[in-house]
């Protein structure tokens, strides 16, 4: 499960508009901001994926811990870009099945330990969506402006795209957990 900085990502094949994000991140940058988004620091290593924020009594839990164990047995799978609103981690969902980064949903892992696809046919768009929701005349005001950064996004939520998945990462979590649980 890479983390990936801005500067790191600029060395791999990426999706166009991530790579258009990365390119025009100067006319960028207050759209990411107003959406509490943020792309990690060089060395950082965030709480969600250190597990930092387990107490003594939580690392002595084996609920927890099979639950720890199940939630890094899913990071394997996902490569994540960027911090999104609430400290929930965003990236790309490659799955058990190895999904090329360009191919792959965008998934979130969030501050209560949840994993969820997010809709959406690129990562902008994922966002601005998870950030708006139903919201149609606030997304049509992203869409222009993510077009003046040269990112092309869906006019509304309803627009947003489903994926479909062979493995779910949630499920996969479940899964996971309650064969910990068993050992």
Known sequence: MPVLTKESLIKI???????MLIENYDCCEELLEEMEC?????DEVHNLISHSYLSDGDKKSKETMANVSAIDEVFKFITFVMEAIDGNL??????PEGAD???????MYTTE???????GSNIVEALVGDYIFDEDDEFL????QFK???IDIVSKWDDLVEIELKTDPSKLHEELYSTNLKN
């Open 141 to 144: 005001e992203f869409q222009d």
């Open 101 to 107: 980064v360009t191919k792959s949903p965008i998934v």
């Open 13 to 19: 094949n990426l999706p166009i508009d991530l790579q």
């Open 90 to 95: 965003v990236g790309y969902w490659h799955g």
């Open 148 to 150: 003046e950064c040269g």
């Open 113 to 119: 330990g949840q994993f969820r696809i997010l809709p």
């Open 38 to 42: 943020r792309f990690f620091e060089t």
